[in-house]
């Protein structure tokens, strides 16, 4: 009877905190429940990887081999750093963190909210911890809707002569146009704080953020004042914005250094990996000339892209 009366009571209280507003990302009994009920630890298991039978290895995408380049240049032979990346996959096809995993012992965070992709990437014995959920737009937990597209993973990630990559996005930062066609799941979404709180981590090496519009949103909700990140590697479709985004996450203590399409790496500034310079965004003329559409055209024919 004591017993349960200390319950009923500890729910009551829990109750309370919760009618004062959204959750704080600290609350001790969030991550408590993060910790215990959600994260998955590394995998004991030999790694069961597909390598060279994965057809997404046979030819990289330009942002994989745009990457690798980054993180040799960055990171050169490091040992046991430490990464987060959302928007894991299946934890093989073109992941930006297995090569540091398996060959300089870096360990880390991998966040996959689609459930497909994350039974997939659990069967690959990562040696890292798991978690699926999203990371949370805002600074508490939210549960969102997502969107899922059809799965193309592991030796199905060629389609048509195209890479696949995870297009998965929560349904607030969709385009409109691409709303149907598409399966919807109400997923949820936890602060990249509060998992960190969970896991008694307070520095990171390198944090992959690929989450298909959500990037930005997630940036701002995070206390980069208690945590760390020295490195972020982040996708950002819309590249007109990538001058406005340049400047934003000055204010957050970081300078873009390269740029590639839609992908940009950020470094905190003052650290060893900060060239003292800043990528300088070159103009964007929206205007095409006829010789260009004309290009254009032939381009798409062949089911390629041309960039000027």
């Known amino acids: 009877m004591v017993l349960r009366k200390l ?13 004062q507003g959204p959750i704080p990302y600290d609350d001790p009994e969030l991550v408590a429940y993060i910790r215990h009920k959600l ?7 030999p790694y069961n990887l597909l390598g060279k039978s994965n057809t997404a290895l046979i030819k990289p995408e330009a942002s994989e081999r745009f990457y690798k380049n980054i993180t040799k ?18 934890g093989e096809s073109m992941s930006n963190t297995l090569r540091l995993e398996t060959h300089q012992g870096w360990s880390g965070l991998l966040v996959e909210a689609d459930s497909v992709s994350f039974e997939k990437l659990l069967a690959k014995n990562r040696k890292s911890w798991s978690l699926n959920a999203c990371l949370s737009p805002y600074p508490y ?21 195209l890479k696949v990559r995870a297009m998965h996005s929560l349904l607030a930062y969709m385009k409109r146009s691409a709303v149907t066609g598409s399966w919807y799941k109400k997923v949820q979404c936890l602060p990249l704080t509060s998992v960190l709180t969970a896991l008694n981590i307070t520095h990171v090496d390198l944090w992959v953020l690929d989450v298909e519009g959500a990037e930005m949103d997630i940036l701002r909700s995070f206390d980069f004042k208690k945590f760390i990140v020295d490195v ?65 055209k ?3 024919e062949k089911g390629m892209a041309v960039q000027f």
């Not at 319950?7 to 009618?19: H, N, T």
């Not at 994260?39 to 298991?45: D, Q, R, T, V």
């Not at 997502?146 to 030796?155: E, I, R, V």
């Not at 590249?239 to 300078?255: I, L, M, N, Q």
């Open 141 to 161: 937990p939210s549960q969102e809707m997502l969107s899922s597209h059809s799965h193309y993973t592991g030796p199905n990630v060629l389609t048509a002569g």
């Open 7 to 19: 319950r009923v009571r500890k729910i009551r209280d829990y109750l309370i905190r919760s009618l």
């Open 298 to 300: 032939i381009f798409a």
């Open 73 to 90: 240049h960055l990171f050169g032979d490091m040992k046991g750093g430490i990464f987060i990346e959302a928007g894991a996959l299946d």
């Open 232 to 296: 972020i590697y982040m996708e950002w479709k819309a590249r007109p914005e990538h001058r406005t985004v340049a400047k934003e996450v000055e204010d957050f203590g970081y300078r873009l250094i390269a740029r590639e399409f839609e992908d940009l790496v950020l470094v905190r500034k003052g650290t060893v990996y900060d060239p003292g310079v800043s990528y300088i965004i070159p103009e964007v003329n929206v205007s095409l000339t006829a010789e260009q559409q004309e290009t254009v």
């Open 39 to 45: 994260l998955i630890p590394p995998s004991a298991a």
